[in-house]
Structures are given as C-alpha cells and as structure tokens.
C-alpha cells in the first residue's frame, strides 16, 4: 500500500467520523405554544411595539433555529411558517426534540440546529 492510499483511508476514516460527530449533535426541534406566544425582533427589548415581529396562537408550532442565552435568559430565535424569524424569550410552550437521520438531512436541512444541545434540557411547561 503506498502513500496515496494510506492517506485516502485516512481521509475517509476522518469525514466519516466527523460526519457521524456531527449527525449525533444535530436535532430538529419543534416549539409548540401552549398559550399565545410572542415574537420580538430583539431578544433582550420588551416585545411590544416596533419590536413585535408576531404571535404564535395556541397549538400553532415554529420551527427553532437556534438558541441562545443572553446572560439573563436563554431565548428561542424561531423561523415561523410565513418565514418571518423572531426571538421567543417566555411564555407558554414546549419543545419537541428530534435526533436527525439521512432523511430528514436532506429534506429538512433548514430545520437542524446545532446550538440547542444543553438548552432546555430539564425544561417544564410553561417557560
């Protein structure tokens, strides 16, 4: 076996376990309002006003894009079904987690988020 192809093995060996890394860290995750939620352009402003991207009604869901904490809480940057994106910082939800697989990597790819591992964890309803 030459150079060349020890190093194709290696190469190999080293994408495939980041991408099992990665696939084993990715999630899709789903905010279901319990209540009447609302979503702020700004995570750390009061959601009134100018700041007031929407409402998530009750049953409605949204997509979470990614999570955050802002040293003073954690808050949810959800992509909503108009497509319009916003900032939950409290109310009545939760959270529905779901590991990824091939099928939903290549059909979902614009739900999976990364920056969630850790957030909510032990979360109860209502936040």
Sequence with gaps: MNCTEKFLILFCIVVTTTLIWLLSKAEVITLHATESISVGT?????????????IINKDETAEVISCEDIKTNQVILVRLKTGSTG?????????ER??????????????????????????SQPY
């Design 87 to 95: 900032y939950v910082t409290k109310g009545g939800f939760f959270l």
């Design 42 to 54: 700004n995570p750390v402003e009061p959601i009134v006003g100018s700041n007031l991207v929407a």
């Design 98 to 123: 779901q590991r990824i697989n091939l099928g939903i990597a290549l059909s979902r790819s614009d739900a999976i988020t990364f920056s969630c591992a850790g957030f909510f964890n032990s979360y």
